[in-house]
């Protein structure tokens, strides 16, 4: 008979990250404290699903962005439709909005959390599937409610212990502004068209506004002459510029003026920021947003002002795996249960369960290996107390608690400190691990 050829192993797709056991507590961490510091703002969670119509993101983003016309993942369904995995939260909140009528129901103060996903080169910190928490403030045109969406950031990171954090901002102005000094740039980048590099050649018919954010270090330089979108700011654009920087003063919020930044989406206008951490390198970025007063108009919805951000979940994980030196264990478990017979299996499994029911966190050894190995595995759990329950303490109705941590045992003698407890007081266990 020929020899059987051996199953070949699958394997994630590039860009596509497995999150393993010991990295998941640093990013439930990170979603908690999110989750914190939302509730503290009076900000709703809204969920939003992972597959959307393409046109919400052509017409949301802007046909002309990289994301749409280079990294979005479509394809056509079963019914024909062309359908797009969201490359970014903005779009699909507002279409929520509109849809569900929400915008009638006064402004909205939202926040999401999941996977977005992009056809780009995998590096650390980026990945084609990467994962984003983000707010949106809907309905709000005051430049307080700027200032209050970047000091929500802000204070996240910092509560975070995240280190090294600096703040960007620029005004984009309105879309009058932007048109005047769109001609303005043009112009004075066509005289020097051939010292771009060939992306911002493409981009100076395209989208000329975001040959300001290249990373070409020779565009970088010649763009240091070329004229400033400050000084196309219309006075009622820079008034408000002036108030919203006013008010980080006053929160004591740090921050420096670029006027090279841009967003990477169309739907930016007036505000814009970026938070980096010194910590990250060269992809320093970990929170950025902006103002996007025409979006919910440009989706079909009522002319509504707004204003959101998005931070990165990897890199800010990466930059916490740094500063921290090491990932998060998991929390041990309050108890390790060790038992062994098939009467007390069965018995370990019921009692364990009743424990679970009033809060604790309980390791149920379900292998059946002789005592000495479950005490190892025991030690490994870094649980402080391990309980045993074999056919005899079975048969006696009791459970026996032995203290594993030196903390409980201090002595060190492999007999002190345990004590028998009866099997059915579970509030006596409860007692003695609090």
Not at 190 to 208: F, G, H, K, M, T
């Given at each position: 008979m020929p020899a059987e050829r051996p199953v070949e192993k699958l394997q994630s797709l590039r860009g596509l990250v497995d999150l393993l056991p010991a990295h998941t507590p640093l990013w439930q961490r990170v979603e908690a404290t999110a989750r914190e510091h939302f509730r503290r703002a009076q900000v709703d969670e809204i969920r939003t699903p992972l597959l959307e119509a393409t046109e919400l993101f052509a017409r949301g983003i802007g046909e002309a962005t990289d994301v749409v016309g280079k990294e979005m993942y479509t394809f056509t369904d079963r019914g024909d439709r062309s359908c797009t995995l969201r490359p970014e939260g903005t779009a699909s909140v507002v279409r929520s909005a509109i849809q569900h009528g929400l915008l009638s129901q006064g402004p909205q103060r939202l926040w999401y959390g999941g996977p977005m996903f992009r056809y780009e080169r995998p590096q650390a910190g980026r990945q084609r599937q990467f994962h984003q928490i983000g707010l949106e403030l809907l309905g709000f045109a005051d430049p307080r409610s700027d200032v209050e969406a970047i000091a929500?950031?802000?204070?996240?990171?910092?509560?975070?212990?995240?280190?090294?954090?600096?703040?960007?901002?620029?005004?984009?102005?309105?879309?009058?502004?932007?048109?005047?000094?769109?001609?303005?740039?043009?112009?004075?980048?066509?005289?020097?068209?051939?010292?771009?590099?060939?992306?911002?050649?493409?981009?100076?018919?395209?989208?000329?506004?975001?040959?300001?954010?290249?990373?070409?270090?020779?565009?970088?330089?010649?763009?240091?002459g070329a004229p400033t979108l400050a000084d196309a700011l219309a006075p009622e654009s820079r008034q408000r510029f002036e108030q919203v920087q006013a008010g980080l003063q006053a929160l004591e919020i740090p921050f420096q003026l670029n006027p090279r930044l841009v967003r990477g989406l169309d739907y930016y206008s007036h505000t814009a920021f970026e938070i980096t951490s010194s910590q990250l390198g060269a992809q320093a970025t970990v929170c950025g947003g902006g103002r996007y007063d025409g979006l919910v108009g440009q989706l079909g919805g009522p002319d509504t002002p707004a204003i959101g951000w998005a931070l990165g979940m990897e890199r800010l994980v990466l930059l916490l795996g740094q500063i921290e030196g090491a990932d998060h264990a998991a929390r041990p478990p309050d108890l390790y249960v060790v038992n062994r017979g098939d009467a007390a299996e069965a018995a370990a499994l019921v009692w364990a369960r009743?424990?679970?029911?009033?809060?604790?966190?309980?390791?149920?050894?379900?292998?059946?290996?002789?005592?000495?190995?479950?005490?190892?595995?025991?030690?490994?759990?870094?649980?402080?107390?391990?309980?045993?329950?074999?056919?005899?303490?079975?048969?006696?109705?009791?459970?026996?608690?032995?203290?594993?941590?030196?903390?409980?045992?201090?002595?060190g003698d492999a007999g002190a400190g345990e004590q028998l407890v009866p099997l059915a007081d579970l509030a006596a266990v409860i007692q003695l691990l609090a």
């Open positions: 929500i950031a802000w204070d996240l990171l910092a509560g975070l212990g995240v280190d090294g954090l600096a703040l960007e901002l620029n005004s984009l102005g309105s879309s009058d502004d932007r048109a005047r000094y769109r001609q303005a740039l043009v112009g004075w980048l066509e005289a020097r068209s051939d010292q771009l590099d060939a992306d911002s050649q493409a981009r100076l018919v395209s989208n000329p506004l975001r040959i300001l954010d290249s990373k070409n270090p020779g565009t970088q330089a010649l763009l240091a009743g424990l679970r029911q009033r809060g604790l966190a309980v390791d149920l050894d379900a292998s059946g290996s002789a005592f000495g190995k479950q005490f190892k595995r025991a030690d490994r759990s870094g649980a402080a107390w391990a309980a045993v329950l074999g056919d005899g303490e079975l048969a006696d109705g009791v459970v026996r608690l032995k203290p594993l941590r030196s903390d409980q045992n201090p002595e």
